[in-house]
Structures are given as C-alpha cells and as structure tokens.
C-alpha cells in the first residue's frame, strides 16, 4: 500500500519528509529496543518494525523497486526465524531468553534454520536481505549520506540482536527449562527447514528475475561497509552473550536509556497515560451526566409530580373552616394581583 | 395489495389471541410465525416486483376514509420505505424465536409482537399524514404492554418513561402536522397534495423544528435519550430486537420523508445544526458506552452513537448521504438485533451480564464459543470492519458527509474508532480470559436459540460482500429527494482520473 502510493507521497516535500523521518527513527529505534528485550518474540518483532523502518526510507526517497526487492528476502528470512523459534518455544513454553541456553546440541535442525535466518536477514553475501541493501544504501549515498549511516547501523544492531538470540538459546550451558527439548513434530520441522532452503535459494530467485545488480556496478565499498557492520554486530553478540566474559544482565551505558529500551520506549505507558486516559475521564463523566443530569432532570420532573399530587391530597381536611381559609386567601391573592399597579402606588408611592 | 402487510399480521393476531388454552407456547409461536412469515414473503414479492427505475410511490392503494377531516386510507412504498419493510418483517420472525424459554401469556405476547409489526408495517406506508400519527401512536400501546409485562426487574419504570416520551414525540409530530397543513391550505392530510413552497420560511423553519423535536425523541438525539437505556435494558431481548432494529427506525425515517422531502428549502438552514446534534450524539453514546459495566446497556448505548450517524448523513443531503442514511437503518438495524440476540443468549445462559464477572466465554467446551464468536463478528461488524454491512454503511455515510460538513464527519470517524474500543472491552472481558471454574455450569446453548443468530450473521456478512443489493431498491429515490434540495454536492466517491495515467 505504501509502495503503491509513493508517486503520492513523492507530490508533497512534507509528506516525504515525514516518510523518510518516520522511516529512519522507527528502523533506528526499533533495532535498538530489540537489543534490550528478554522475550525473544518481541525482539523479533521489533526487528520486523525495523525492516518496514527501512522500506519507509525507500518509499521517502523514491525507491519503489529497492522496496520491493528488500521485502521479498526479508519476508523469507524472518518467517524461517519465527519458525525456528516458534519451534523452540513450543517445546520449552517460555519465551524469557534469561531462561533458555545450551540448545545447540539438542535443537540442531531448529538451530541450523536459525542460522540460516539471521542470515539472509542482513547483509551477508550471497543471502537474500545483502542485495537490496547495497542497492539501497548505494542510492541513498548519492541523495543522502545520512541515511547510509542509518541502513549500516540498522544492519549492525539487528546482527547484534539476532546473534544475542542466538547465543541465548542455543549457546551456553542447558538450564532447567532447556534441559529436556526434542525436536518438535514434523508437522513443524517441515515447514521450517522448507523456509530455510528457501530463504537459501532466493539469491538464484534474485538473480533469474534480474534484480541482483552486474558485479561492476557493484559499489564495493559500501558492500565491505555492511559486511563489515554485519560482522561486527555477531562478533559483539558472541563476545558478550556467549559464555561468561561479560557479567549478566549486561550492563551498558546509563540505566535509564536500557530502561528506554526494555520497555519500548515507554509507549504502552505513554498511551496509557494520554489517550486511554482522556478516553476513560471523559467516558466516566459523561456517563456520570447522563445519569445525574439528564436522567436525573427527568426523574426529578416525575418525583415533583408525583410529590405535588400526594401533597394536594392532604388539602381535602373535610373541615368547612379550611375550605373557607383557603378561599379567602385566594381571593385576596388574586385581588392583589388584579389591583397591583394601585396597590403599588398607595404603598410605594 | 399492501394493505396485506397490514392485515396479515393483525389476522394472525386475532387467530393466536383468541387461540383455545389447550394450544401450547410452541403451536402459538408456530402460528404467529406462520403469519410473520407470510408478510416477509409477500414484502420479498413486492421487492422483486418493485420497479426499479421509478423514484415514485409504487403499489399505491387509496381509500377515502375521513374525508371532512382529511384522513384516507392510502399507502404506498418507494425506495426509502421498501428495504425498511423488508427489516421489519425479518427482524419480526427473528424476534418471534429468539426468546428462548417459555413466555408466560403466550398468546397476548405473539399476538402482541404481530400488531407491533402491523403497525410499523402501516406507519412505514402511510402516504396520509393523518394516517401515518395514528400507526405511529397504535404502535406504542403493544411495545409499551411488551415493555410492561414481560420485562425485567425495573419494567414498570422503563415502560412508563418510554410510552410518555414516545407519546409526546407523537404529539409533536401531529402538532407539526397540523400546522403543515392549515397553513400550506391543502385540502387533506395526503402526502400527495401536500405542498410547503406556500408557507412562509420563518413557519416553515418553526414547524420543521417541532417535527425534529418530535422525531428526536424517537431515534433519540441526544439529550432526549433517556428513555432508550432504560427501555432497551428493561425489554426482553426480543423485544429488544424490534425496539431498536426497527421502532427506533421510524424516528429517521419520519425525519426524512416528512422533513427532508416536504421542506427541501428550509432543510439546509437546520442542516448544520442537525449535523452537530448528530455528532453530538455520536460521541455521547460512545463515550457512554465505553462507561458501562452492564453489556445491554453497553449495546443501548452503541446504538444512540449509531443512529447519530443517520442524522448526520441526512442532514449533508448529498446523494451519497442519503443512500448512506438508508444503508445505515438497515445495517444499524440487522447488527443491532445480532447483538441483543446474542447478549440475551448470554445472559440465560451465564445469568448475568456483568462485565466484571463475565470471563473466558470462549472457552470451546464449557464456555459458549458459537455465541462468543458470534458475538466477535457482530462487535466487528458494529465497529465497521470491511466485508461486513456496517463498513458498508458507514462508508457510505462518512464519504457522503465530508464534502458538506467536514469537521463533523471526522469526528463521526473518531467516534467509529471509540465503537471499537468499547467493543474490544467487552469482547476482552467476555469472550476472553479464563473461564471461573466455579460459575462455568451453562446451559447448552440449543440450536433453535442459535438460528436466529445465524441467520442475521448470514446477511450480514453476504450484504457486506454484495453491498450492491443493500442499496439497489433505494438509489433513484434517495437521488430523487437530494434532487429537490437546492444546493448539491459532489456525488462521485473519489476523482481518480488525474492519477489513471500511473
């Protein structure tokens, strides 16, 4: 949908503006948040935020065929990794990376998907994802040199994160949860390792459809640019997360931005605090009017009634001197009012 | 031949009425179905007969009556009173099997049910202004018995409050009449010789807010509501059925045949007012919604948020609008009636309908998951989901308002995503969740209980495919009424033809 309303979009410098903004700090933010989650879903997912981070980028700045390219390996890749780990929890229930290690030897299939995955995920040649990443960053060098930065780092963090995943669940030593996990039915391992050979053979796919670029407009330097942000980022998530060289929980930087990134940017909170705030206090007062008010104006209208008339009831005394009384009052009541405007002379002057 | 739609069910109210006592609930019942099924498929016949290039009254039947004081039995149906016809008499036989357990009183109960739809079936063709007050006003003596006797804890009240506004609603309307019609000098109180061009704008401006007033109460606008919550909440969920799938129905449809199509003129200067009354009420029965604890009155309250949008989209008055305002009665009405259906399942069922203490409904075996699912597609249906008949509606309402009042439609949009929200509150806390083990001991839900329910998801999911057949009676009319309102809108969806060369 977005790719297709691109020429759109491209019409208003503010809407591409926008497009390439959302783009770059969704892809930036995203891949960071998914460094810093313990349930491995989520980081996933938040990697999936930071590819369509990425597409944004390419829509912004009109690279319709780019997007496309980048999402077809991508598409592959991640639904090999979901697979992969979808497989893994089935059998372990959690989803808490803290309580996974030391599957490698027990989980090979769904571990070798894995590899596969996080893989073709990044840019690592000959895989998939590589491609249309050169491409993208390419163009953007020309156009804009900032994002280049953004593609590369957001290349490197999702390196990072899907090796953590790795080395979490597959390496390290068995804990409680990881002792005892066969591999799953084969109703599951068919699927996952037919995703992995495809997530294999989307190079031939990419070349047969001509979408991988001739080996001399190849812009080398950018591609030793990724490989290099690829290799950086798994050779930081095996250094830190496999084995005990680095203390968990990892610590880095200020507690607060990990805090930041744990928990998503705060956003769940933030939407708690403004729009499901305001729709709450707003639902209960006009609930509280509509029963005290409005239906309340009604109800006291028919109290009145009601009481006015039980009221009346006790002038009928049967005493011939009230009947009298209240004839007399009301006769001098409405002699007043007749004769107001003399009365109010007399009195008043 | 439409005195049939009339007469079919008053006969069949007499014969069940009168029934010998050894008849049992289930031959009555039958027998009243018998007859609401005979008037569906005499309005099914008519809807295949109607003709649909004509924007005219069709099937007309005149009689005089009272002609010194200008009454006379004419009837008559066009494209807006035609698929509304064709709602009443469904939601009839649905009302008829979606009581569940045995009534007490059944044969004042059938028979009762037959008049009501008798007498809506009349205020829907009457082509006599006389005619159409006196349908309008026969009508509340059953619903208000139906709200009175079979009821739940607080009728009496509820039964009260909904008979004295709905009869001061009906002496407005008389009032508003009347007026139209000694001022205009139309020698009777037929539609067909009425003319308002006579009546000065200021007279015409006055009685056009009288009958706003009267036909508010009816659908109800916001602030004159209250008696709706109360009512709907009160009523047995059949009758629920019929209150808010069709009675209320009669509010817009009075609004627009006798507001829209008599004072054409007059009606853009209300417009923009009518506009914000229907916003108003639009968020307000959102946000109430969203308050509630109790499901039905969750769902009452839904249903004044919905009937804002017809407002709204009758007052833009461009020809999309309107379609939209019809396709919205007829949505409103069938997903209405989903609902109550299935919230009155549950509350046999579960013996509450507290949001608190309601919980995991979905639970595939000792849980109600036919209901539950049911109950997802009818909150999806509600909220506007695409494939369904209210995305279909609302579509059409939103897209034909924004040209003319923008700022109200937004909101009207903002108010379908709050319909959502509520939805999702009381689905989360029904449907989903963990089952209490202690309370989990329902009644099966049988499939005579069910059937109603899968009937209205049936057509509500093929209108949502085939919206065409939601609108084809009612084109050339609704085109026909926006035709005689002075200023017009842009009636295309969108312009596409500057991007055709992408």
């Given amino acids: 949908m977005l790719i297709k309303l691109q020429p759109i979009i491209a019409l208003s410098p503010v809407a591409t503006a926008a497009t390439i903004g959302i783009g770059a700090v969704t892809a930036l933010g995203a891949a960071a948040i998914a460094m810093a989650q313990v349930d491995v879903k989520r980081s996933l997912s938040y990697s999936v935020s930071a590819y369509m981070g990425l597409v944004f980028i390419a829509v912004g700045t009109g690279q319709q065929q780019v997007a496309l390219t980048l999402l077809f390996p991508y598409a592959i890749a991640m639904a090999t990794l979901l697979m992969s780990v979808g497989a893994v929890i089935s059998n372990n229930i959690t989803q808490d990376l803290r309580q996974y290690g030391g599957l490698w030897s027990r989980r090979p299939i769904s571990g070798l998907s894995y590899l596969v995955g996080a893989a073709s995920l990044v840019a690592f040649p000959p895989l998939g994802c590589f491609w249309a990443l050169v491409q993208l960053a390419d163009n953007l060098w020309q156009s804009s040199p900032w994002l280049v930065e953004v593609v590369v780092a957001v290349n490197a963090m999702t390196a990072l994160s899907t090796a953590r995943e790795f080395c979490l669940i597959f390496g390290g030593e068995a804990k409680p949860m990881t002792a005892r996990s066969p591999e799953v039915l084969w109703a599951m391992v068919l699927p996952m390792t037919v995703g992995a050979g495809l997530a294999l053979h989307v190079p031939l796919l990419l070349w047969q459809w001509g979408l991988i670029p001739n080996f001399s407009q190849l812009n080398l330097g950018m591609a030793l640019a990724l490989i290099s942000s690829t290799c950086l980022g798994w050779a930081v998530g095996a250094y830190v997360y496999l084995g005990d060289r680095v203390a968990k929980p990892v610590r880095f930087g200020p507690q607060f931005l990990q805090d930041l990134l744990a928990y998503d940017f705060y956003t769940a909170k933030l939407y708690r605090l403004t729009i499901v705030f305001v729709v709450g206090i707003v639902s209960q007062l006009i609930y509280w009017f509509d029963r005290f008010i409005v239906d309340g104006a009604i109800n006291l209208v028919g109290l009145a009634t009601v009481f006015g008339g039980q009221t009346l009831k006790y002038n009928v005394s049967g005493q011939t001197q009230f009947y009298v009384l209240s004839m007399m009052l009301g006769t001098a009541l409405f002699l007043l009012v007749l004769c107001w405007p003399l009365v109010s002379q007399v009195f008043l002057g | ?502």
């Fill in chain 2, 1 to 502: 031949m439409l005195s049939t739609l009339i007469w079919l069910p008053i006969i069949g109210a007499v014969i069940v009425g009168f029934a010998p006592e050894s008849w049992g609930e289930t031959r009555l019942r039958q027998l009243a179905a018998i007859a609401a099924s005979a008037t569906l498929v005499w309005t099914l016949w008519l809807l295949s007969q109607f003709n649909l290039q004509a924007n005219t009254f069709q099937f007309e039947q005149y009689l005089a009556w009272a002609e010194p004081i200008g009454l006379s039995y004419s009837l008559g149906v066009d494209g807006l009173s035609l698929p509304l016809l064709v709602l009443s008499s469904l939601l009839t036989i649905i009302a008829l099997y979606s009581i569940g357990e045995k009534v007490s009183r059944p044969r004042l109960y059938y028979a009762l049910i037959l008049l009501a739809n008798a007498a809506i079936a009349g205020a829907l063709m009457a082509e006599n202004l006389l005619l159409f007050v006196l349908f309008y006003e026969v009508e509340l003596i059953p619903f208000y018995l139906l709200i009175g006797i079979w009821g739940g804890e607080k009728r009496g009240y509820a039964s009260i409050k909904f008979l004295l506004y709905t009869a001061v609603s009906g002496l407005l309307i008389l009032a508003a009449f009347l007026g139209m019609v000694w001022l205009s000098g139309s020698p009777s109180f037929d539609l067909a010789q009425l003319n308002t061009t006579g009546i000065s704008q200021r007279s015409q401006l006055i009685l056009l807010t009288v009958l706003l007033v009267g036909f508010a109460i009816k659908i109800p606008l916001v602030p004159l509501h209250t008696w709706l919550p109360d009512a709907y909440v009160e009523a047995s969920p059949a009758i629920t059925i019929l209150l808010g799938g069709i009675l209320a129905k009669l509010g817009t449809y009075g609004l627009i045949r006798y507001g829209l199509q008599l004072f054409p003129e007059t009606w853009g200067l209300i417009a923009p007012g009518l506009a914000i009354l229907g916003t108003a009420s639009v968020l307000y029965g959102a946000f109430s919604a969203i308050a509630q604890k109790d499901i039905k009155r969750m769902v009452a309250y839904s249903s004044i948020g919905h009937m804002g949008y017809i407002l709204v989209a009758a007052a833009a008055g461009t020809e999309l609008s309107v379609l939209g305002a019809l396709a919205q009665m007829l949505s409103h009405g069938l997903i209405l009636a989903l609902l109550f259906h299935l919230v009155g399942i549950i509350e046999r069922k579960a013996g509450t309908r507290d949001l608190d203490v309601l919980n995991g409904l979905m639970n595939p075996i000792r849980g109600l998951p036919l209901t539950s699912a049911l109950l997802i597609l009818a909150g999806m249906a509600s909220a506007g989901i695409p494939g369904l008949v209210g995305f279909v509606a609302e579509y059409l309402v939103f897209q034909g308002s924004f040209p003319v009042f923008p700022l109200a439609t937004i909101l009207c949009i903002i108010a379908s995503g709050l319909t959502a929200v509520y939805f999702v509150i009381l689905l989360n806390r029904t449907c989903f969740g963990k089952l209490d083990n202690r309370l989990a001991y329902y009644p099966q839900v049988r499939t005579t209980e069910m059937l109603p329910a899968l009937v209205l998801t049936a057509i509500v999911v093929f209108l949502g495919l085939q919206p065409n057949w939601l609108i084809r009676w009612s084109e050339p009319t609704t085109n026909g009424l926006v035709a005689t309102i002075p200023v017009n809108a842009p009636s295309e969806i969108c312009d596409f033809t500057g991007l055709a060369g992408e």
